[in-house]
């Protein structure tokens, strides 16, 4: 059992990085066998519209054609069994790595034959968490439920189902005093951070450790 998961944030240990540690160690507690990925230490681009994966004759297999430093973990994660996604929302998104890597993984598998939505024939399970720095309240009103929802369409397309987590009010800096940020509560931030943020890692374990387990069943 293989379970790989892709953080998209340019920081390799903090919010979201640790969210897909846990779930990976979910993951590793039911036998698998994990990687992680950071999205920044690889060289790539997004999707070029070259259509190669839409011509006839052609047999991508739903592998994108560009070859640069991405290609080998196309190819890792369509043979994987569990995928795990992370990324942080910048100005009401996904960063710009992690939207490129999405549209390279799954525009190749998405069929533009009528009846048929998806040209990949394995199976591999998903989950995707989002880091914010906004509560709950404010990350509905700005809409983030439907970027997730979209991804979480999207990512049907790898034939295994897909589910989402929210980690809302994250603490961004180590020392708020060294940055101009009055207008958040430094002291909200820091009670977030103890009291909630280990409620979602274990939560984070616990996805990485049911998926993993629907794939041994």
Not at 61 to 70: I, M, Q, R
């Amino acid at each position: 059992m293989n379970v790989i998961a892709v953080n998209g944030s340019p920081r390799k240990y903090w919010n979201t990085a640790t969210l897909l540690q846990h779930a990976l160690n979910g993951a590793a507690e039911q036998g698998a066998t994990t990687r992680l990925i950071h999205l920044y230490d690889l060289e790539f681009k997004g999707c070029t519209s070259c259509f190669a994966c839409k011509r006839k004759g052609a047999d991508c297999s739903g592998l994108c054609a560009v070859k640069d430093g991405l290609t080998d973990v196309l190819k890792a994660i369509l043979e994987c069994d569990v995928l795990l996604l992370g990324a942080p929302i910048y100005f009401g998104d996904v960063p710009g790595e992690m939207r490129s890597f999405l549209e390279r993984l799954l525009f190749p598998i998405n069929s533009y034959n009528a009846g048929e939505r998806s040209v990949f024939r394995g199976t591999v399970k998903s989950a995707f968490f989002y880091t914010m720095n906004v509560g709950e309240e404010q990350a509905l009103k700005w809409g983030y439920g439907h970027v997730a929802r979209m991804w979480e369409a999207y990512l049907r397309l790898l034939n295994g189902g897909s589910e989402y987590l929210f980690s809302h009010d994250t603490y961004q800096f180590k020392d708020y005093s060294l940055y101009e940020a009055s207008r958040f509560d430094e002291p909200h931030k820091a009670r977030v951070r103890a009291e909630q943020f280990p409620l979602d890692c274990q939560r984070a374990f616990e996805i990485g450790s049911r998926l993993a387990s629907r794939v041994a069943e």
